[in-house]
């Protein structure tokens, strides 16, 4: 089952409004087992609806859209339609009760604006709208579907879950699109291809295709299958391969965050946990609070941003800080030994870099950063070399950061 | 100057990712005085990519495409242009000498793939990529122009910004939309309109437009004029009156953040200033110091999630804990000044709240903030009630922060 997704809206070409609406009809299709293969937005013109439905691909079962189906005089979808498709506008009176009931129930008077609002195209199947005034509208074509549906949001999701997809299981009792992700920090998209690259021609060789989605400090890994969740196990068995491949890399799955599946090592065993922080300045610490519940097993931290704060909250000594300098192995592993004692944890996590972009040297560059991991037994110590943007700089390190802490945690095997 | 944006990737099409480069383009070419009449995204594969050329509109001068050009096997943009327009790729030397410097920064290996990266289009020319290895490419065909982008966003709007906006200029001369944008912090949209009501009517009346753009704490508003920079002193003029309307919301214009204006008052008066944060844990102190040469102003600050750590390091006597509960006016005092001795800063803010989205009782709901600031000479401080969106309320935790900051160090006029 192929679908095209048509969003209407002058407010999503100008990026006022960003296209969510595409995103989670895409998701919930995908799931569906329907395949996306196109989403075209375009202003609110009866020209251009008319010219995005001509370049609807004949291959296409079902075009969704979206949007221009309010009460005022900027929403001409419902009347493009009609006349497009040679329907004339009548009045649907289970439509008309609706609406009635709706402003009724707001003690809210009802205008002619919203009345006009249950002329609906004479022939078209028309999908329930509970939360609002504007029904959605299933008109056949050849072939083909067309569906018409409010933009706004949470009653367009309404009418999908409720009226839509149990017609489109109906009539196309699709194959589902299967597909999984796996999440990957710390190795950069060509060398993780590098280093996969026999897992990958395996994978191909199977049939089943590989996604690589980079973003700053990660790469997302998806495995697709057109199979549907007959394919899972081998999904799953090749992913399950692809963690003895790169086990220091692949830290989780779908939506799990790094900062969920550190929290989950830390809440097992049981270990209390604080950050010394200098570059990052609590970036760190707020990753590690971004979960409900972090109270379970973060304490607290020191921001030492200043050297003579350093000292005075999480006790380095000087002497170190004069010998190697504040961006050092030496002051990284000071402040998470010395944090770790003052806030009173069982593990302590510190950072100290150059985020730039100024205060690098030929030898310290901007990007260097030294993250240090604390524990009761052991001291283990890492230098990073990022790239010359500031606030990328602090992502890379929580982020490596974070990775470094649950390969730490992860219990030996 | 009309232009069409083609997004290209699988995981846009199935919502994987929310296409936020297509808003952010419209909304930057819209802003530049370009018209953005269609979006389009395409799965990852050729045949999908020259469909969606063959349907740009004739009379459509520029065609924006991103996504496809990293290193890896799906990537296949680059050599679907090349063919598509009968361009060889070509080893392009000053590309190859940056992708070469990009690894050697970084202290990682550069693999052919990424070599292979500097193979470009013969005749195209290129934009030159500073955040990474992908470069932009700008192809002539017959009067249109077809500029290829990566889709990592911060790739691309580097790209954007630097160089494609100043090569459309030369090229189409848009004609100006004028327009400056005023940020608020605090007043929810509605409020602020029925404030502004009389100001917005006389700027109605004067043909210029406004327009509101929330998101979660902020309101920016901005005016539009089509007469171009001949409305700026006009323009300019409003803005003044309504800082007279709204002094404790209007924060800056532009680009200039709420952090970037705290910076500014602290610096111009010679203060420095730490955190205490117990909600926050860390994201208050992060957006103080997100400015490059932050540590002229910012020294520290202790992040005492734990009732243990508040009173350990921030000297709060726990008898005040107990009496009052960590969310409370009395403790969230008691911090700022226990931190402005201990961080030994002129300034010191704390936040003290109930994030969520459990640990809400009847008198102290979910969304319950308490900030402080402490000076030599007095403490202030106020409540807040968010909602129950933990990360929500932890920004709008942020935002309220520095804006109250902001408002305390404006001098007395």
Same mark, same amino acid.
């Given at each position: 089952m192929k679908v095209e997704l048509i969003s209407i809206g002058d407010e999503l070409l100008i990026g006022q409004t960003i296209n969510t609406n595409a995103a989670w009809l895409g998701q919930t299709l995908s799931n569906f087992g329907a395949r996306i293969t196109k989403t075209t937005t375009i202003s609110d013109q009866a020209a251009e609806i008319i010219s995005a439905l001509n370049?609807?691909?004949?291959?296409t079962d079902c075009v969704i859209i979206t949007g221009g189906l309010g009460p005022t005089n900027d929403d001409i979808t419902k009347? /493009? $339609?009609?006349?497009?498709? *040679?329907?004339?506008?009548?009045?649907?009176?289970? /439509? $008309?009760?609706?609406?009635? *009931?709706?402003?009724?129930?707001?003690?809210?008077p009802m205008l002619e604006s919203n009345r006009l609002q249950a002329m609906l195209p004479d022939g078209c199947r028309v999908l329930r709208n509970k939360n609002g005034t504007a029904a959605g509208m299933w008109i056949n074509s050849g072939k083909q579907v067309i569906i018409s549906l409010p933009g706004v949001p949470y009653e367009m999701k309404s009418i999908v879950e409720e009226e839509l997809l149990p017609l489109l299981t109906n009539k196309y009792n699709p194959s589902a699109l299967y597909y999984?992700?796996?999440?990957t920090q710390g190795i950069g998209e060509s060398f993780l291809a590098e280093k996969i690259r026999d897992w990958e021609e395996a994978l191909n060789a199977d049939a089943l295709q590989l996604a690589y989605l980079p973003s700053p400090g990660f790469v997302k890994l998806r495995i697709n299958s057109y199979k549907g969740a007959a394919d899972a196990e081998k999904i799953n068995r090749y992913f399950k391969e692809l963690e003895a491949i790169i086990p220091e890399a692949l830290y989780g799955y779908e939506k799990e965050t790094l900062a969920e599946v550190v929290a989950k090592l830390l809440v097992g065993q049981n270990l209390k946990i604080g950050t010394v922080e200098s570059c990052t300045s609590g970036l760190l610490a707020h990753q590690l609070t971004t979960i409900p519940g972090a109270s379970e097993y973060y304490q607290g931290s020191i921001l030492s941003y200043s050297n003579a704060l350093k000292t005075k909250m999480a006790g380095v000594d000087p002497n170190l800080i004069a010998q190697y300098g504040a961006v050092s192995q030496e002051v990284a592993c000071a402040m998470a030994e010395g944090g770790r004692e003052i806030l009173e944890v069982d593990i302590c996590v510190s950072t100290t870099g150059i985020a730039g972009p100024s205060g690098g040297t030929d030898e310290k560059p901007v990007g260097l950063v030294w993250i240090a991991i604390a524990t009761k037994e052991k001291t283990r110590v890492k230098s990073f070399q990022f790239g010359d943007n500031r606030e990328r700089n602090l992502t890379m390190t929580v982020a490596a950061a974070l990775n470094f802490l649950r390969f730490e945690l992860l219990p030996l095997t």
């Open positions: 370049t609807v691909s004949n291959d009347h /493009t $339609l009609a006349k497009h498709y *040679g329907l004339a506008l009548k009045m649907h009176q289970e /439509t $008309l009760e609706h609406i009635e *009931g709706y402003f009724k129930n707001r003690n809210r999984k992700t796996a999440h």
